[in-house]
């Protein structure tokens, strides 16, 4: 930590609690949280792109399995459901993992032709058949069981502190597969590949409603701290508002807000402690050499193809780890807010602007974006009000501009991505 | 025999026709992304949101027209708005090239750095679209709605099953065709086209060959917003107009330009098509075709549907794999680099 980067990081603390002081302490605590979520995140895609170079575009997807995480081990099951098709649905996944395994011996052992073709062809079909036929009516029952309220398998009913393991474990089986297919080939194949996959993932939460209740939601996701409620009723906590002179309820909010904050912020440490441990070791070393010469990596006898999945693999697995932490923050799972410009492009923005290679840099960039995304639009409308103050109350212009600064974010994001990218490509902490 | 003809009706109505209509789309955003990716070498990921940002000119041109009472009934008024969008869109591609593309172009840089660029535009790109129309849907085909009724169909032929063809269909085939036609004819028959070509092929022996570089490049510029605009608004008329929808084009239209070779565009249409079938028949339900083809003991009580049509992006990336994973460079064979 030089005195630059000390500076940077005094401006961005200097601005949350401008906003703070400006706005309230409740949108700062709002805003730091959501920071260190993007923080880590921004650490996930650094760990591809800045250690090893490879650009994924599939972040969204891996943010979205770590919410699935979440409710898969935290909510409490719904054993009518499990009664009426876990079985069923275990059965189901049985046959299509057989079926994968079947195929891929086939075309291991036979020799190549029509004939191999031909088979792998057949039980590919066949087994895609029979596992509808034994999911459909399984998932049918599950989702009867009482539709309003549950409809689907519900979790495991563990800590909720555990399922952001859990995400990551997720994300990186997910990346595993995807890097199997598409690591290897040319560079951009892997953001196609990843774009595809992130979109896939998105569809199966929205649609698959005995896995995550789909576009219903889940709601009430337990949380790893107090609830406003019993913080209200507690006397020792009503106690120490009383001392200290706050409203009882604001003070609870931001007592919940406040402890969310700590445990993110204790998550970002260990894992940025991991991640420089790990950049600074041989390991992160051979990465940057493989990222900077592929060819002379492998002439030295390194097996590039192997060292970018594992590579892609552990950064998948942080972004599923802050996609869990963003959904027990939020406390429900809501499919149809994952958003590609949201989720993956705009992490790339912090990674970039923050200075690829650079694990500090990613937090800063995590930090400085995301105040960025969200204070762009109060600045947006109060410059969209300046600029049609002097037009006429009822003109047609002025509805419109007005209407409009919402999107101005997204304008913002590119050029300060076009900016960075041109004039300033190692970002504002450079990888040393 | 009338049971084959009604399946056979069926069958075009549901999967054959919107295949054709929604593969002439997909084949004409994918020859841009192939024709960037020959040129310039690299993925364009701007693509979707240039396409958006084409339509959105005609769109606003239509609306003017239509509000001057300018009509070419029974033909969308949009058609005659096409020249006004192709020439905006022109103006902002060769714009960004200027601004963005061409400095890493001149600074020989990695084609990933172009790609995170392009990331850059399509964020602007994007920004722009819903900051003049707005994220919502946009409706602005207007002139007849059918070439075909199902009702008169039926009176003609004298079949249980109806058949309709709309005029966006007719016209998205018809204008592809068109396109395709000129755009081979330039590639192979003109002294430009044949240098464009000879770019793609070798970079350095054309320049050996005295092609001035900046000349293909914007020539192919020029190519893609007329591609990305046409594809655009055939695609709002036969279907919707949000600028989302056009992003999430993006998928299909790699998976095309993949699955036919990168680089190469008879490969790009055949794509197209590949893809596009692929997608309407995985997430048809054949329940209505084989009512008719099989005997009543055999009668289907599910939908046969393979996928739901909300899957329908788990198609296109599922071809993507296979194709990856077999013969990683297309069907015709395109560039690897």
């Given at each position: 930590?030089?005195?630059?980067?000390?500076?940077?990081?005094?401006?961005?603390?200097?601005?949350?609690?401008?906003?703070?002081?400006?706005?309230?302490?409740?949108?700062?605590?709002?805003?730091?949280?959501?920071?260190?979520?993007?923080?880590?995140?921004?650490?996930?895609?650094?760990?591809?792109?800045?250690?090893?170079?490879?650009?994924?575009?599939?972040?969204?997807?891996?943010?979205?399995?770590?919410?699935?995480?979440?409710?898969?081990?935290?909510?409490?099951?719904?054993?009518?459901?499990?009664?009426?098709?876990?079985?069923?649905?275990?059965?189901?996944?049985?046959?299509?993992?057989?079926?994968?395994?079947?195929?891929?011996?086939?075309?291991?052992?036979?020799?190549?032709?029509?004939?191999?073709?031909?088979?792998?062809?057949?039980?590919?079909?066949?087994?895609?058949?029979?596992?509808?036929?034994?999911?459909?009516?399984?998932?049918?029952?599950?989702?009867?069981?009482?539709?309003?309220?549950?409809?689907?398998?519900?979790?495991?009913?563990?800590?909720?502190?555990?399922?952001?393991?859990?995400?990551?474990?997720?994300?990186?089986?997910?990346?595993?597969?995807?890097?199997?297919?598409?690591?290897?080939?040319?560079?951009?194949?892997?953001?196609?590949?990843?774009?595809?996959?992130?979109?896939?993932?998105?569809?199966?939460?929205?649609?698959?409603?005995?896995?995550?209740?789909?576009?219903?939601?889940?709601?009430?996701?337990?949380?790893?701290?107090?609830?406003?409620?019993?913080?209200?009723?507690?006397?020792?906590?009503?106690?120490?508002?009383?001392?200290?002179?706050?409203?009882?309820?604001?003070?609870?909010?931001?007592?919940?807000?406040?402890?969310?904050?700590?445990?993110?912020?204790?998550?970002?440490?260990?894992?940025?402690?991991?991640?420089?441990?790990?950049?600074?070791?041989?390991?992160?070393?051979?990465?940057?050499?493989?990222?900077?010469?592929?060819?002379?990596?492998?002439?030295?006898?390194?097996?590039?193809?192997?060292?970018?999945?594992?590579?892609?693999?552990?950064?998948?697995?942080?972004?599923?780890?802050?996609?869990?932490?963003?959904?027990?923050?939020?406390?429900?799972?809501?499919?149809?807010?994952?958003?590609?410009?949201?989720?993956?492009?705009?992490?790339?923005?912090?990674?970039?602007?923050?200075?690829?290679?650079?694990?500090?840099?990613?937090?800063?960039?995590?930090?400085?974006?995301?105040?960025?995304?969200?204070?762009?639009?109060?600045?947006?409308?109060?410059?969209?009000?300046?600029?049609?103050?002097?037009?006429?109350?009822?003109?047609?212009?002025?509805?419109?501009?007005?209407?409009?600064?919402?999107?101005?974010?997204?304008?913002?994001?590119?050029?300060?991505?076009?900016?960075?990218?041109?004039?300033?490509?190692?970002?504002?902490?450079?990888?040393? | 025999?009338?049971?084959?003809?009604?399946?056979?009706?069926?069958?075009?109505?549901?999967?054959?026709?919107?295949?054709?209509?929604?593969?002439?789309?997909?084949?004409?955003?994918?020859?841009?992304?192939?024709?960037?990716?020959?040129?310039?070498?690299?993925?364009?990921?701007?693509?979707?949101?240039?396409?958006?940002?084409?339509?959105?000119?005609?769109?606003?041109?239509?609306?003017?027209?239509?509000?001057l009472g300018v009509s070419i009934h029974p033909l969308p008024t949009a058609l005659l708005a096409l020249p006004v969008g192709i020439l905006v869109t022109c103006i902002l591609l060769l714009g960004t090239d200027r601004i963005v593309y061409r400095f890493y172009r001149k600074a020989k840089?990695?084609?990933?750095?172009?790609?995170?660029?392009?990331?850059?535009?399509?964020?602007?790109?994007?920004?722009?679209?819903?900051?003049?129309?707005?994220?919502?849907?946009?409706?602005?085909?207007?002139?007849?709605?059918?070439?075909?009724?199902?009702?008169?169909?039926?009176?003609?032929?004298?079949?249980?099953?109806?058949?309709?063809?709309?005029?966006?269909?007719?016209?998205?085939?018809?204008?592809?065709?068109?396109?395709?036609?000129?755009?081979?004819?330039?590639?192979?028959?003109?002294?430009?086209?044949?240098?464009?070509?000879?770019?793609?092929?070798?970079?350095?022996?054309?320049?050996?060959?005295?092609?001035?570089?900046?000349?293909?490049?914007?020539?192919?510029?020029?190519?893609?917003?007329?591609?990305?605009?046409?594809?655009?608004?055939?695609?709002?008329?036969?279907?919707?107009?949000?600028?989302?929808?056009?992003?999430?084009?993006?998928?299909?239209?790699?998976?095309?330009?993949?699955?036919?070779?990168?680089?190469?565009?008879?490969?790009?249409?055949?794509?197209?098509?590949?893809?596009?079938?692929?997608?309407?028949?995985?997430?048809?339900?054949?329940?209505?075709?084989?009512?008719?083809?099989?005997?009543?003991?055999?009668?289907?009580?599910?939908?046969?549907?393979?996928?739901?049509?909300?899957?329908?992006?788990?198609?296109?990336?599922?071809?993507?794999?296979?194709?990856?994973?077999?013969?990683?460079?297309?069907?015709?064979?395109?560039?690897?680099?």
């Amino acid at each position: 930590m030089n005195t630059r980067n000390i500076v940077y990081f005094t401006i961005v603390f200097l601005l949350l609690a401008g906003v703070g002081l400006v706005q309230s302490w409740s949108v700062a605590f709002a805003l730091l949280n959501l920071c260190l979520i993007s923080s880590v995140m921004a650490l996930g895609v650094n760990i591809q792109w800045g250690y090893a170079g490879l650009f994924s575009v599939g972040t969204m997807g891996f943010v979205a399995l770590g919410g699935v995480a979440t409710v898969v081990t935290s909510m409490p099951p719904v054993h009518d459901a499990i009664r009426a098709g876990g079985l069923g649905i275990l059965a189901a996944m049985i046959v299509a993992v057989a079926t994968v395994l079947i195929a891929a011996r086939v075309w291991r052992r036979m020799a190549a032709g029509r004939n191999r073709t031909l088979a792998m062809t057949a039980i590919l079909i066949g087994g895609f058949f029979l596992y509808r036929f034994i999911f459909d009516p399984a998932v049918a029952r599950i989702e009867a069981v009482n539709p309003a309220g549950t409809g689907y398998l519900g979790g495991l009913g563990l800590p909720i502190l555990f399922s952001w393991i859990v995400g990551g474990i997720f994300a990186a089986g997910a990346a595993w597969v995807i890097g199997k297919i598409s690591l290897g080939l040319r560079s951009d194949y892997l953001a196609i590949a990843t774009l595809g996959i992130s979109e896939i993932i998105i569809a199966v939460i929205k649609n698959e409603d005995w896995l995550t209740r789909g576009v219903k939601n889940v709601n009430g996701i337990p949380r790893p701290t107090a609830y406003e409620v019993d913080l209200q009723a507690s006397e020792r906590f009503i106690a120490n508002v009383d001392w200290l002179g706050l409203d009882l309820v604001s003070a609870s909010s931001l007592y919940v807000k406040f402890s969310y904050a700590i445990l993110f912020a204790i998550v970002l440490a260990i894992i940025l402690w991991m991640s420089e441990k790990a950049l600074k070791s041989p390991w992160g070393r051979m990465m940057r050499a493989i990222r900077d010469n592929e060819e002379a990596a492998e002439a030295m006898g390194k097996d590039v193809t192997r060292r970018h999945l594992q590579v892609f693999v552990l950064g998948s697995a942080v972004v599923g780890i802050a996609g869990a932490m963003l959904t027990s923050l939020d406390g429900l799972l809501t499919p149809g807010t994952y958003q590609p410009l949201r989720f993956t492009f705009l992490i790339w923005v912090m990674v970039i602007v923050g200075g690829s290679g650079n694990n500090w840099g990613s937090v800063l960039g995590g930090f400085l974006i995301w105040f960025l995304w969200i204070e762009v639009e109060p600045i947006g409308l109060w410059l969209m009000d300046l600029i049609t103050s002097g037009m006429a109350e009822d003109s047609f212009l002025r509805d419109h501009l007005l209407g409009s600064a919402a999107h101005m974010r997204l304008l913002t994001m590119g050029v300060i991505l076009l900016l960075v990218l041109r004039f300033s490509p190692r970002g504002l902490i450079p990888e040393k | 025999m009338a049971d084959i003809l009604n399946a056979l009706v069926v069958l075009a109505n549901f999967v054959i026709i919107p295949g054709i209509a929604y593969g002439s789309q997909l084949a004409l955003g994918a020859l841009g992304i192939t024709l960037i990716y020959g040129i310039l070498r690299f993925s364009n990921f701007a693509h979707g949101d240039s396409m958006a940002f084409g339509a959105m000119v005609v769109i606003l041109v239509t609306w003017w027209l239509q509000s001057l009472g300018v009509s070419i009934h029974p033909l969308p008024t949009a058609l005659l708005a096409l020249p006004v969008g192709i020439l905006v869109t022109c103006i902002l591609l060769l714009g960004t090239d200027r601004i963005v593309y061409r400095f890493y172009r001149k600074a020989k840089a990695a084609p990933i750095i172009l790609v995170m660029a392009s990331l850059g535009v399509m964020f602007i790109m994007n920004g722009l679209v819903r900051f003049i129309i707005g994220p919502n849907n946009q409706q602005f085909a207007d002139g007849a709605r059918f070439i075909i009724r199902a009702r008169d169909f039926k009176v003609m032929t004298g079949l249980d099953e109806g058949l309709t063809i709309k005029v966006s269909q007719g016209i998205t085939v018809i204008t592809a065709v068109a396109v395709v036609a000129a755009l081979f004819w330039f590639l192979n028959r003109t002294r430009t086209g044949k240098s464009m070509r000879a770019f793609s092929d070798n970079e350095d022996l054309a320049l050996l060959s005295g092609i001035n570089p900046e000349r293909v490049v914007m020539i192919t510029w020029i190519i893609v917003a007329a591609l990305a605009t046409i594809a655009g608004t055939l695609y709002g008329i036969d279907k919707t107009f949000k600028p989302f929808i056009y992003f999430q084009l993006l998928l299909p239209m790699f998976a095309a330009a993949i699955v036919g070779g990168l680089g190469n565009p008879l490969g790009a249409i055949a794509g197209g098509f590949v893809i596009a079938f692929s997608e309407v028949t995985v997430t048809y339900a054949f329940k209505k075709v084989l009512i008719y083809l099989l005997p009543e003991s055999l009668e289907p009580n599910t939908l046969f549907q393979l996928l739901s049509t909300d899957y329908k992006f788990a198609v296109s990336f599922s071809i993507l794999v296979l194709v990856l994973l077999f013969r990683p460079t297309g069907i015709f064979r395109g560039q690897t680099i």
